[in-house]
């Protein structure tokens, strides 16, 4: 068993269920994002589709995993800032989209800068999103 993945669900105070362990296994080894078929396929048959709905939906309220902006509007899920546990919100961090292999990066460095709205109107996702070609696909 993955000795990160159980220091990630003590910090959090979550129970540690097989379901849990297989999954966050996956965005450990990762350093990308992954959509719900593509983590349902890498898990090939270890839990079944509402499991892994729920499992995730649970990493995402405690801030373990984040919804990730994507090329093709699918969700994908990435881990959060894990040195930071109960901090649940959106995040606050660019990505960058890859225009030719789709895949999305956390660019935790850089920061989504602060924006003035007009009275009445209430940020509730801050997302900046940079396209381009990844270290693979440039030539
Ligand atoms: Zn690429
Ligand atoms: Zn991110």
Not at 40 to 67: D, M, N, P
Not at 113 to 131: C, M, N, Q, W
């Amino acid at each position: 068993m993955n000795g990160d993945v159980l220091d990630i669900l003590k910090k959090y105070g979550l129970h540690i269920t097989e379901a849990r362990v297989n999954l966050l296994a996956l965005f450990t080894s990762e350093n990308n994002g992954l959509t719900h078929a593509e983590i349902e396929k890498l898990l090939g048959g270890q839990a079944s589709r509402v499991t892994i709905y729920r499992t995730l939906q649970t990493f995402v309220k405690t801030g373990i995993l984040h919804c990730v902006p994507t090329a093709n509007s699918l969700i994908l899920y990435a881990l959060g800032k894990i040195d930071h546990p109960g901090n649940a919100t959106p995040p606050d961090h660019a990505h960058f989209i890859c225009e030719s292999c789709g895949r999305t990066w956390c660019l935790e460095k850089i920061q989504v800068p602060p924006v003035e709205l007009a009275r009445g109107f209430v940020i509730t996702k801050r997302d900046l999103i940079l396209k381009g070609k990844c270290n693979h696909c440039k030539e």
